[in-house]
């Protein structure tokens, strides 16, 4: 559901960047914030996707820009986080292999895309953050940054080194007025994870509801998926008038996952 202008126009005037912003937690967060008023840089390298969600954020206060861009280009990537007051770091892949044959080359393009990309995104953006006294850095991360999965090795070490990095920023930024946090969610209703759930139903010939869960669940007590719209409401609060204290901390959203 896109939230309404009644919930509030509190970035009026703001810069936000939300990358891997075509669909799921992307494309939620994106349609927040530009319903809080701000003018959003949506970066994907999924021109069409960009497209529809321009589209669907065509009647909300604020606005949807779409940025096609690939973010293994760090250069380019650092480039289109200048300027920004709020950036959303949500761009992420997965490939889910075993150690020893993961391909490293694979390895190396998650690490590409979910950390070091991240890192050049956070050093362009800073410097203007920086200037003007006020920036917001919130870094979806997941639980994968805080657990660990078998055959999850780029992603878990991403995710994880995604969080330091967050943690870092917030020190650094403190000073400058600049918060930095991490979302991390359990399993959300994402292309990504949809796909998980076809892919292992028709691997082992179940349905879907049992693969949700009696695999990607079963070690969480609520038994239902992470909704986006949820993921981007914990994101709008991070960059909200009520959480200028909040930083250097992570926001989970799990079901209860890590409570054990």
């Known amino acids: 559901m896109i939230p309404t202008p009644a919930q509030g126009t509190t970035h ?9 912003a075509a669909s799921g937690i992307g494309a ?10 701000a003018h959003v840089r949506a970066l994907d390298r999924d021109a069409p996707g960009l497209a529809a969600l321009a589209g669907r954020a065509a009647d909300l206060p604020g606005a949807v820009e779409a ?7 760090l250069d380019a990537a650092e480039r289109a986080a200048a300027g920004a007051d709020i950036l959303v770091n949500n761009a992420g892949i ?3 292999r075993p150690i020893h044959a993961f391909p490293p080359e694979a390895f190396h393009t998650v690490l590409t895309v979910m950390l070091e990309a991240p890192f050049r995104l956070i050093r362009g ?3 203007g953050m920086y200037e003007r006294g006020w920036g917001r850095v919130v870094n979806i991360s997941s639980v994968h940054g805080l657990r660990a999965s078998a055959f999850k090795s780029a992603y878990v070490a991403a995710k994880h080194g995604l969080e330091g990095l967050s943690k870092v920023t917030a020190l650094e930024g403190a000073p400058h007025g600049v918060t930095s946090n991490c979302v991390s969610p359990g399993y959300v209703r994402t292309p990504l994870v949809e796909r998980q759930l076809a892919d ?10 049992r693969v949700l869960n009696d695999v990607l669940l079963a070690g969480t007590p609520l038994k239902r998926l992470v909704e986006p719209e949820e993921v981007a409401e914990a994101v709008a609060y991070l ?8 930083t250097g901390t992570t926001l989970v959203l799990d079901g209860g996952w890590t409570a054990r």
């Open 125 to 127: 953006a800073l410097p």
């Open 12 to 20: 009026h005037g703001r810069t936000a960047l939300v990358t891997g």
């Open 28 to 37: 939620a967060c994106a349609l927040r914030l530009a319903a809080a008023g």
């Open 239 to 246: 960059c909200g008038p009520y959480a200028s204290a909040v």
């Open 200 to 209: 292992q139903a028709a691997a082992h010939s179940v349905p879907e509801e």
């Open 94 to 96: 997965q490939t889910v």
């Open 67 to 73: 940025v096609v861009l690939d973010l293994t280009d």
